[in-house]
C-alpha cells in the first residue's frame, strides 16, 4: 500500500526526443506528488510536483500528467538534451506525516 | 533559497570507530529534517525523522543505537555513525523540510560518502 511502482528501470532517447517515465500507486492517501533529479555522487533537486486536483503541470521543459482514478503519473521531458541524463525519482506524500515514499528510479540517458 | 549543506562530502573510517555528519539548512530555518541512505543504483531509503528539539523518529529496522540523530537547532541536524563497520559504507543524504504555499517540500543536501575500512 505504501510502495511507488515506477518504470522504466532505464530509458536511453535521442538529443530532442520525449523520454516519458511512469508511476503508480495504490494508498489514495497520497496528496502531494514531486519529482527528483539525482547526479551521481549529489543529492536529488526538486524538479516539479503536483497535488491530485489537478491533471498537469508544467514546469519549463518538464511536465507532469496525473490520473487521479487509475492512480498514475508520469513525467514528460520535452526536447530532452544529454544535461538531462541522470536518475529520475518520483515520490510520493501525504499531508501530516510530511514523509516522502520514492519510487525505484530510472537511469535516464540522452544520446547527443 | 532553500539550501541544504553537508559536511563532510566524503569520510573514510576504520572499523569500530564513530563517524558524525552534520547536515545544515543554510537560508531557512528546518523544525523537521530527514536522513536517508542510498545504496549505489538504488532508491533513497528513509532512516530517520528529526525533529528540533526533540527525540528522532526511527524508521522500522532502523538501529537507534547505531545511528545516534541530534536536531539541536533549527538549522543543524547530526547523523552520527556509531562502532561503524564495513556494512555501514553507503550514501547519506539528508533533507530539510520547508513549507510552502503548496505542500511541505523537501530539499536535500549533497549527500556523505562513507567507507569504513
Known amino acids: 500500500q505504501q510502495q511507488v511502482k515506477q518504470s522504466p528501470q532505464s530509458l536511453i532517447v535521442q538529443k530532442g526526443g520525449i523520454p516519458i517515465i511512469n508511476c503508480a500507486y495504490e494508498?489514495?492517501?497520497?496528496?502531494?506528488f514531486p519529482w527528483y533529479q539525482q547526479f551521481p555522487g549529489k543529492g536529488p533537486a526538486l524538479l516539479i510536483a503536483?497535488?491530485?486536483?489537478?491533471s498537469e503541470k508544467k514546469e519549463g521543459r518538464f511536465t507532469i500528467s496525473f490520473n487521479k482514478s487509475a492512480k498514475q503519473f508520469s513525467l514528460h521531458i520535452m526536447d530532452s538534451q544529454p544535461g538531462d541524463s541522470a536518475t529520475y525519482f518520483c515520490?510520493?506524500?501525504?499531508?501530516?506525516?510530511?514523509?516522502?515514499?520514492f519510487g525505484t528510479g530510472t537511469r535516464l540517458k540522452v544520446l547527443a | 533559497g532553500a539550501v541544504v549543506s553537508q559536511h563532510p562530502s566524503r569520510v573514510i573510517c576504520k572499523s569500530g570507530t564513530s563517524v558524525k555528519i552534520e547536515c545544515r539548512s543554510l537560508?531557512?530555518?528546518?523544525?523537521?529534517m530527514f536522513w536517508y541512505r542510498q545504496f549505489p543504483k538504488q532508491s533513497l531509503m528513509l532512516m530517520a525523522t528529526?525533529?528540533?528539539?526533540?527525540?528522532?523518529?526511527?524508521e522500522q529496522g532502523v538501529e537507534k543505537d547505531k545511528f545516534l540523530i541530534n536536531h539541536a537547532s533549527l538549522t543543524l541536524s547530526t547523523l552520527t555513525v556509531t562502532s561503524a563497520h564495513p556494512e555501514d559504507s553507503s550514501f547519506y543524504i539528508c533533507?530539510?523540510?520547508?513549507?510552502?504555499?503548496?505542500?511541505?517540500?523537501?530539499?536535500f543536501g549533497p549527500g556523505t560518502r562513507l567507507t569504513v575500512t
Open positions: 533533507s530539510a523540510r520547508v513549507d510552502t504555499s503548496e505542500y511541505y517540500e523537501q530539499y
Open positions: 494508498n489514495t492517501a497520497f496528496d502531494y
Open positions: 503536483i497535488r491530485p486536483d489537478v
Open positions: 515520490a510520493a506524500c501525504t499531508s501530516g506525516t510530511y514523509k516522502y515514499i
Open positions: 537560508d531557512f530555518q528546518a523544525t523537521t
Open positions: 528529526s525533529n528540533e528539539g526533540s527525540k528522532a523518529t526511527y
